[in-house]
């Protein structure tokens, strides 16, 4: 009898439990492509690499490795300092493709604008680099006589 119950029990308990992993599911489905690109940033701020990674579709995380993925992102923090805000995003479609342009600004004065491709399901298809600039405008050194440049 005690063994019919836990199996009764533990039947209900994942009929639960499934109906709350399935709604979670279609939560994460009704976001826009924006708001994921902007929880996918907040991951990479706090340093959670995993949380940031499971965005990716499998095509992008067969070829690109989360400790690639991880040294990527380091690479960005130790050259144009640490992310500190997201200026501005953007949205379009391009060839039947969800894109999400997202500016944002990294503390050692620069300003890199990520383009996020998003397919159907909305996973990160494709994730790249358009565009680095210092928001700092060039001020040579003062040993430089700027009258004699034309």
Do not use: H
């Amino acid at each position: 009898m005690k063994i019919k119950v836990t199996l009764i029990f533990l039947t209900v308990l994942f009929a639960v439990l499934s109906g709350c992993i399935e709604e979670q599911k279609q939560d994460s489905n009704e976001k826009t492509t924006t708001e994921i690109t902007i929880e996918f940033m907040t991951y990479l701020l706090e340093s959670d690499y995993e949380s940031a990674y499971a965005y990716f579709n499998s095509t992008v995380k067969n070829q690109f490795t989360l400790t690639q993925f991880k040294g990527t992102w380091q690479y960005y923090t130790g050259t144009y300092g640490e992310f500190e805000s997201i200026r501005d995003t953007k949205t379009s479609v391009e060839s039947g493709f969800d894109i999400v342009r997202i500016n944002c600004t990294f503390a050692d004065g620069y300003f890199i604008t990520f383009r996020f491709v998003f397919n159907d399901s909305k996973e990160i298809a494709g994730f790249w680099t358009d565009n680095i600039e210092s928001i700092s405008p060039y001020v040579p050194p003062d040993y430089v006589n700027t009258s004699s440049l034309t």
